[in-house]
């Protein structure tokens, strides 16, 4: 009886977002690829990352920004949309095996990106305002601890897909 205690207990914190990185058997030669933000990222094409629904902005990722690296790492371009109209974009990363995200570069109503300066990888758990990474993740873009063997066609077919209420992926 203990024993399967115990088991629902590891279970329900891999689920959650607090087994994520403690877990991750971490490849102490892994090196990050060179990044560059995308040229351009287009609003009327964005894939919704379903969100809170007392988020007053519309949160989604440009479909043809969305790689999956050689590095493991999901990179894309996440969009808000305010209902006034303004635009808030940024280039990040999702790092599954660790459980973490990086913003590299920022763009908002004239879209031109500025790099961020010295990008470093969060939690995605962490109580920042980044619960739109932690929301792709869990809705498409990791598989578990991993992002390999996923294309970006994949993440796309898998956020297009509504998420019912307590049913996270």
């Not at 094409?45 to 949160?59: D, N």
């Not at 969305?66 to 996440?78: A, E, M, N, P």
Request: proline share 7%.
């Amino acid at each position: 009886m203990r024993v399967n205690v115990a088991i629902a207990i590891t279970a329900g914190l891999l689920v959650g977002g607090n087994g994520f990185a403690q877990l991750a058997d971490l490849d102490p030669d892994w090196k990050e690829l060179d990044v560059k933000p995308p040229a351009t990222f287009r609003i009327h094409k964005l894939v919704p990352i379903e969100m809170p629904r007392y988020l007053s902005v519309r949160m989604g990722i440009d479909p043809d920004t969305l790689t999956v690296s050689s590095d493991g790492i999901v990179r894309y371009v996440v969009v808000a949309l305010s209902d006034s109209g303004n635009v808030n974009a940024a280039y990040e990363g999702i790092w599954c095996r660790a459980g973490e995200v990086k913003t590299y570069a920022r763009a908002g109503n004239d879209r031109v990106w500025d790099a961020v300066p010295n990008p470093e990888w969060k939690k995605l758990t962490d109580s920042r305002p980044s619960m739109h990474a932690l929301a792709l993740a869990r809705q498409g873009a990791c598989e578990g601890r991993s992002a390999t063997g996923q294309s970006p066609q994949d993440i796309i077919r898998k956020l297009k897909q509504p998420v019912s209420a307590g049913n996270q992926r």
